[in-house]
């Protein structure tokens, strides 16, 4: 059985920081994807960041490229989403999401590719 668990989010300020953490269990099937995703009422899903387990190298949206940063922890299985100098657009719920499969690039960020889920975690970016 594969779990995927956040901790993490909360309240904070513009400009702040915040991690969040993604603990995967069941990481035997080796993933070989890992993304963060974002939701706010009414909108779609939108990915944010995604990297290739093998590599560690990241694909970002274009909006969060040089504040989110996406990494990966082999040794305890947990995928990280660094979030430096926070804007109140940021504010979602924060799914993290793991895929077995192979994705090709220009799907990285969808959804739709990925099987597993994280249970999300509010962040709330405001003054």
């Known amino acids: 059985q594969v779990q995927l668990e956040q901790t993490g989010g909360g309240p904070v300020q513009p400009g702040e920081s915040l991690r969040l953490s993604c603990v995967v269990s069941?990481?035997?099937?080796?993933?070989?994807?890992l993304a963060w995703f974002r939701q706010t009422p009414g909108k779609e899903r939108e990915g944010i960041a995604t990297?290739?387990?093998?590599?560690?190298?990241?694909v970002y949206l274009d909006s969060v490229r040089g504040r989110l940063t996406i990494s990966l922890d082999d040794a305890t299985n947990t995928v990280y989403l660094q979030m430096n100098n926070l804007k109140p657009e940021d504010t979602a719920i924060y799914y993290c999401?793991?895929?077995?499969?192979?994705?090709?690039?220009?799907?990285?960020?969808?959804?739709?590719?990925?099987?597993?889920w994280g249970q999300g975690t509010q962040v709330t970016v405001s003054s």
């Open positions: 999401a793991g895929s077995e499969r192979g994705i090709p690039s220009v799907r990285r960020l969808a959804a739709g590719e990925y099987r597993y």
């Open positions: 069941g990481y035997s099937n080796n993933f070989h994807y």
């Open positions: 990297l290739w387990a093998a590599d560690k190298k990241p």
